[in-house]
């Protein structure tokens, strides 16, 4: 028989994450709390989050304290910034040429650029993207909702990059 006692410590990284989320402006302060809660779990340091940027310190919980959220104005802008900084951009979005989750092979230095709940990604903040990962579904809706969505892929990330 285990014995299996709750709580274990988390998992200690051998280096920093190199990924970031870059939110658009999203309707909800819950889903990007929960993005940042997410993120915080993920041992990630860094949310830029486009238009009002606030969150729910009750949703967020401990995350808002690990997680640095950095406001900004525009995505496109932010968007060119961190092509020059060398991140990959790579948007969480169904399009033509969107590759799928399960077999996308995330870079290591990446920004996760995540659409408003209803409107996705525009065509203006689609052209200043890298590559762009979908998230299969099998039933309507045709997306997941964006906190769940976004958590599926930094999983993924993490999935790739265990240590960091």
């Known amino acids: 028989m ?12 051998e ?3 190199e990924i970031l989320v870059v939110c658009a402006p999203l309707r909800s302060r819950a889903n990007l709390s929960s993005i940042v809660r997410t993120a915080s779990s993920c041992g990630i340091g860094r949310v830029i989050a486009c238009g009002n940027g606030r969150i729910d310190p009750e949703v967020a919980r401990d995350g808002a ?6 406001v900004r104005r525009t995505l496109p802008a932010v968007l060119k910034e961190l092509g020059r900084q060398g991140y990959t951009r790579v948007g969480l979005e169904q399009t033509t040429n969107s590759q799928s989750l ?13 659409g408003n709940e209803r409107l996705g990604l525009t065509e203006e903040e689609l052209v200043h993207l890298d590559e762009c990962v979908e998230i299969p579904v099998w ?18 990330y993490c999935r790739q990059y265990p240590r960091g």
């Open 102 to 114: 399960h077999t996308f092979e995330f870079p290591r230095k990446t920004a996760l650029v995540i």
């Open 139 to 156: 039933n309507l809706p045709n997306s997941y909702n964006v906190a769940t969505a976004t958590g599926m892929a930094l999983y993924e």
């Open 65 to 70: 304290d690990q997680v640095r959220i950095e």
């Open 2 to 13: 285990f014995e299996h006692l709750r709580h274990k410590p988390p998992t200690t990284l």
């Open 15 to 17: 280096r920093e994450r």
